[in-house]
């Protein structure tokens, strides 16, 4: 089975403060993603990656920045947190384009508040 | 650009069948998925299909796409209370990394 793990459930930070979020995927997958969901509007890509050190922005990078130093680990990083950062983040991870179906697998995910 | 839409809200009685729907904008689109989130975890690929099929049927679960009307949906046969979650209609084309989802359904499953 695949497992995507996120490191904190629930999280509370103040405006300002710098934010990291963590994930790990123990299949070997190449890419990886970063979400936010919000009521009413679905998930929102973030940032995603499909190699070492290698990043693409997705439709909402703004205020954000993400690291994968090591294939299996995936950052995200809130430089300076803000309200309206409030939210869930979820985390995904995909094995490769060639597979046919790409099919991506998701983390528990991150509800973070920032007060 | 690509749009995918879903309604917000169904309710269903235990026993009955749920059709979720979805509509979707990009004609490249190859695959279509659902996935399942149940309170306070991710998301859970249920089932997907493939643009040159017109149906798939997996246990309780039948997808139906229409290609001309860019129309998916999701029954659930039999409902259960376990079936209460919000489900997703995401769309890929084929040469591309990003999916696209809707906003979810949430299913309520009355007893």
């Known amino acids: 089975d695949v497992k995507v793990t996120q490191s904190s459930r629930y999280l509370v930070k103040r405006t300002g403060e710098k934010v990291f979020l963590e994930c790990v995927q123990d299949?070997?997958?190449?890419?990886m993603f970063w979400y936010r969901q919000d009521p009413g509007l679905g998930l929102r890509l973030i940032y995603f990656s499909y190699d070492v050190k290698m990043k693409e922005k997705g439709d909402i990078p703004e205020g954000y920045s993400v690291s994968r130093e090591k294939k299996e680990r995936f950052s995200l990083i809130l430089e300076s947190a803000s309200t309206n950062q409030t939210s869930m983040y979820l985390c995904?991870?995909?094995?490769?384009?060639?597979?046919?179906?790409?099919?991506?697998?998701f983390g528990p995910g991150t509800r973070l508040t920032v007060l | 650009g690509e749009d995918v839409e879903q309604s917000l809200f169904l309710s269903v009685r235990e026993g009955d069948s749920s059709v979720i729907n979805c509509t979707y904008t990009?004609?490249?689109?190859?695959?279509l998925y659902w996935y399942k989130q149940e309170p306070g975890a991710g998301l859970q690929l249920l089932t997907y299909i493939f643009s040159n099929m017109d149906m798939k049927q997996d246990q309780r679960l039948t997808v139906l796409l229409n290609k001309k009307d860019k129309h998916l949906s999701l029954r659930i046969a039999d409902t259960q209370t376990g079936d209460s979650a919000i489900y997703f209609c995401?769309?890929?084309?084929?040469?591309?990394?990003?999916?696209?989802f809707g906003s979810g359904t949430r299913l309520l499953v009355r007893p």
């Open positions: 995401a769309e890929k084309e084929d040469s591309s990394y990003k999916l696209i």
């Open positions: 995904a991870s995909s094995l490769d384009q060639e597979d046919s179906t790409d099919t991506q697998y």
């Open positions: 299949m070997d997958h190449e890419n």
């Open positions: 990009d004609s490249s689109s190859t695959y």
